[in-house]
C-alpha cells in the first residue's frame, strides 16, 4: 500500500496492526480482539480523514500511484473492447488511447489519457502527457463515432498537454483548438469524465461535451498547482495556497456550474476499492448515455454550446 | 586603496535628483539598440525604422491603423470583469485588475469594434497586452461570443489580433472554459459561412493560441513575433535542452505549416482589405458606423 503524507495516521495505524498479527503468528497468542479494535480505529480514521480533504489533498489523491487509470476501467466496464490506434498522419500517440467497445448493450466509442501502471509505463505512456498526434488521433475517432452514430465517452486524466519541441512544430495548439472546434459540432452524444488530472488545454482538448463529471478525488483547472505557484508566487513553494485559489475541486466545479456533476468514490479514494469504483461508474454511464441518446441531434448540439456560451463571469457597467 | 574607489558605500543621489530623460520622448530598439524619436517610431507605424522590428501596440492601435480614415465603433464596451473566485496570490487578483485599469485605461485585455476597411466592413476583435498580460479571463471570451453572435447576425467578416499569455490564471476553470467557449462559437460562424481571421502577433501563447487564435480560415502573423502552445521556458526546464534557433517564431510556425503568411504591419490593411474582397461577403444589412469614434490619439 502506498501512504499518501496526510494519512500518515492510517499508515501508522497499518503497522500496528501487522505488528499485533506477528507478535499473534509467533507467540501463538489470540490478537483477534485487538486486531478488531485497531481494524475499527482504521475505518473512523479514514472516514475522518476523507471527510474534509483540501484541494491539494484531492490533487495528490488524483495522481495517487495505485489509482486506476482509463484502461482498467474499460476493460471492467465493457464486454467487448477493440483498441484503435494512429492519427492517421504521424504516430501512434501512447498517452492517449482509444476504440470501440460495448458495455452491455450500448455500443461507444471511447477514448481517454492514458498514465503508465509502473515506472517502464510511465514512460512508455509519456506520463499522460499527450503530443498533438494523440489529439488528432482522439479526434479521428470521435469522427468515426459521428459517422456510425456511435456516442463517444472520454475519459481525463493527465497533467497536462506535453511541452516539447516537436510538439510544437507538429501544432500542440492545433491540435487542442481543432478538437475544440470539432467537438461542439459532433453529431453524436460526448460524455466526459475526469478521472484524475485535469490539467488546463491538455485536458479539455478531449473534454468538450454535453456532459462532463469529476470523480470525487480529481481536480480541473487552467493550472497546475505547482506551475501556478512558481508563476504567481515566483516559488515553488506556495502549490497547497495555489491549491486552495484556484477552486479546483469537483465540489467547487460543480457549484461554480463549469461541471455536471461529482461522482462518489470509495472511501479511501477509487484507488481503495477500483472494482467497486468501475462499478458506480459503469451505472453513471449507462443513465447518462440514455438520457443523451433520447435528445434530437440539432437540439443536443445546441444544449452543448449553449452551455459553454454561458460559462464565464463578468459585470456591466 | 585604489584613486577610483568610492570613499562612501552606495548611490548617494536621491530618487528625485536623478537626472533622466522624460519617458516616451525616444524609442530605444530592443532588438538593434537603434534610437529614433517616438514620433518618428509611430509614423513608421510602430516598426522600429532601422531594423523592422515590430513592437507591441495596442486595439487601439490596430484600430486606427486598419479601419478607413481611422474610424471605428467600439462594440461591446460595458463588460468589466470581476473578482468571482476572491483570487489572492501574492496580490489579490481586485488589486491587479484595478491598477491594470488605471495604467492602461481600458476596461479589460480586449476591445471589439467594427469599421470599415477599404470600404468592407470588418469586425475586429483585438487584445492588449498592457492589460494583464492580455490573459484570456471571462470577458475576453464573453466579447468573442458576442463578436461572433454579431457577426452572424450582419454577415460581416470577424478578425481577432491575438497577443496574449494565455489564460487568466485568476479566473481558473472559468478562463479554462473560454477555450471552449470561443470555440463553440466560432464555429457556429464556420457554419454561417463567415469568414473569420485570425491575426496572431506577439505573442500569442497557452490557451489563446490552442482555441481561437489557431483557427483561423486564415491565419496571419507579423513578422517576429512568437507563437506557442507552451511558452520556451516551460519546454526548455522540461526537455534540459537548448531550443533551436528562431523556435517558435512567425517564421517557423510559416515553416511547420499553422499559418498562411506572414504580413508587415505596413501592408496590414492592404492584405486584410483584399481577402475582405476576395471573401466579398454582403451585409445582411447596410452597416451604419453611428458615431464615428476616432482613434485614441
Redesign the interface.
Known amino acids: 500500500m502506498v501512504f499518501l503524507e496526510f494519512e500518515k495516521p492510517l499508515e501508522d495505524l497499518y503497522e500496528q496492526l501487522e505488528k499485533l498479527n506477528e507478535v499473534g503468528e509467533q507467540g501463538g497468542i489470540d490478537v483477534s480482539k485487538m486486531t478488531r479494535e485497531i481494524e475499527a480505529k482504521i475505518k473512523d480514521k479514514r472516514k475522518e480523514l476523507y471527510s474534509n480533504l483540501t484541494g491539494w489533498q484531492k490533487v495528490q489523491l488524483s495522481r495517487h500511484p495505485e489509482r486506476p487509470y482509463t484502461l482498467y476501467y474499460v476493460d471492467k466496464i465493457c464486454k467487448k473492447f477493440l483498441e484503435l490506434h494512429g492519427d492517421r498522419h504521424f504516430a501512434d500517440d501512447k498517452a492517449i488511447v482509444g476504440g470501440l467497445g460495448m458495455i452491455d448493450d450500448q455500443r461507444v466509442v471511447i477514448i481517454g489519457h492514458q498514465k503508465g501502471v509502473n515506472t517502464k509505463l510511465r514512460q512508455y505512456r509519456n506520463f499522460g502527457m499527450a503530443n498533438p498526434e494523440g489529439y488528432r488521433k482522439a479526434l479521428r475517432l470521435m469522427k468515426l463515432a459521428e459517422r456510425f452514430k456511435l456516442p463517444v465517452l472520454s475519459f481525463i486524466d493527465t497533467p497536462g498537454?506535453?511541452?516539447?519541441?516537436e510538439?510544437?512544430?507538429?501544432?500542440?495548439?492545433?491540435a487542442?483548438?481543432?478538437n475544440?472546434?470539432?467537438m461542439?459540432?459532433l453529431k453524436v452524444p460526448i460524455l466526459c469524465y475526469v478521472i484524475g488530472e485535469g490539467a488546463?488545454?491538455g485536458a479539455?482538448?478531449i473534454?468538450?461535451g454535453d456532459k462532463v463529471f469529476m470523480l470525487e478525488n480529481t481536480w480541473?483547472?487552467?493550472?497546475s498547482p505547482e506551475?501556478?505557484s512558481s508563476?504567481?508566487?515566483?516559488s515553488w513553494d506556495?502549490k497547497e495556497?495555489?491549491a486552495e485559489?484556484?477552486?479546483?475541486t469537483p465540489e467547487h466545479?460543480s457549484e461554480?456550474g463549469?461541471i455536471d456533476g461529482v461522482v462518489e468514490e470509495p472511501l479511501g479514494g477509487a484507488h481503495a476499492d477500483p472494482e467497486a469504483m468501475a462499478k458506480t461508474l459503469k451505472s453513471h454511464i449507462k443513465k447518462e448515455l440514455t438520457a443523451l441518446n433520447k435528445i434530437g441531434v440539432d437540439k443536443r448540439i445546441k444544449m452543448?454550446?449553449d452551455k459553454?456560451?454561458n460559462?464565464?463571469?463578468?459585470?456591466?457597467? | 586603496m585604489g584613486w577610483f574607489k568610492r570613499l562612501k558605500d552606495g548611490i548617494q543621489t536621491a530618487t528625485e535628483h536623478k537626472r533622466e530623460t522624460p519617458d516616451g520622448l525616444w524609442y530605444n530598439c530592443k532588438k538593434c539598440k537603434h534610437t529614433c524619436t517616438s514620433k518618428e517610431l509611430k509614423e513608421n507605424l510602430w516598426v522600429c525604422p532601422s531594423c523592422q522590428y515590430h513592437t507591441r501596440i495596442g486595439s487601439n492601435e490596430y484600430f486606427e491603423l486598419l479601419f478607413d480614415e481611422g474610424k471605428y465603433n467600439l462594440l461591446f464596451d460595458d463588460l468589466e470583469a470581476y473578482d468571482m473566485l476572491s483570487f489572492v496570490d501574492l496580490k489579490p487578483y481586485i488589486e491587479r485588475l484595478e491598477s491594470a485599469k488605471k495604467k492602461t485605461n481600458l476596461k479589460d485585455a480586449m476591445q471589439v469594434s467594427i469599421g470599415r476597411v477599404n470600404k468592407k466592413p470588418l469586425i475586429v476583435a483585438c487584445m492588449d497586452f498592457t492589460f494583464i498580460g492580455g490573459s484570456m479571463g471571462s470577458v475576453m471570451g464573453e466579447k468573442i461570443a458576442l463578436a461572433t453572435e454579431y457577426a452572424i447576425k450582419k454577415r460581416v467578416p470577424l478578425m481577432i489580433i491575438s497577443k496574449s499569455g494565455g489564460a487568466r490564471m485568476m479566473e481558473s476553470a472559468y478562463s479554462l472554459m473560454q477555450m471552449a467557449k470561443t470555440s463553440a462559437k466560432l464555429s457556429q460562424l464556420a457554419q454561417a459561412g463567415i469568414p473569420y481571421i485570425s491575426f496572431l502577433t506577439d505573442p500569442t501563447t497557452g490557451g489563446v493560441t490552442a482555441s481561437f487564435a489557431m483557427l483561423g480560415d486564415i491565419n496571419i502573423s507579423e513578422p517576429g513575433a512568437l507563437i506557442g502552445f507552451a511558452g520556451p521556458r516551460v519546454i526548455k526546464e522540461t526537455i534540459k535542452r537548448d531550443l533551436p534557433e528562431n523556435f517558435q517564431t512567425s517564421e517557423y510556425v510559416l515553416e511547420t505549416g499553422f499559418l498562411d503568411m506572414i504580413v508587415e504591419r505596413k501592408d496590414l490593411k492592404e492584405t486584410i482589405g483584399d481577402l475582405l474582397n476576395i471573401f466579398d461577403i454582403q451585409p445582411s444589412s447596410r452597416i451604419i458606423l453611428s458615431s464615428l469614434r476616432s482613434g485614441s490619439n
Do not use: D
Open positions: 498537454a506535453y511541452p516539447g519541441i510538439a510544437e512544430e507538429r501544432g500542440q495548439a492545433e487542442i483548438a481543432k475544440l472546434f470539432e461542439a459540432q488546463s488545454g479539455i482538448g473534454g468538450l480541473y483547472s487552467v493550472i506551475s501556478c508563476i504567481l508566487w515566483h506556495y495556497q495555489a485559489a484556484l477552486k479546483l466545479m461554480m463549469l452543448r454550446i459553454y456560451r460559462m464565464g463571469k463578468f459585470t456591466k457597467v
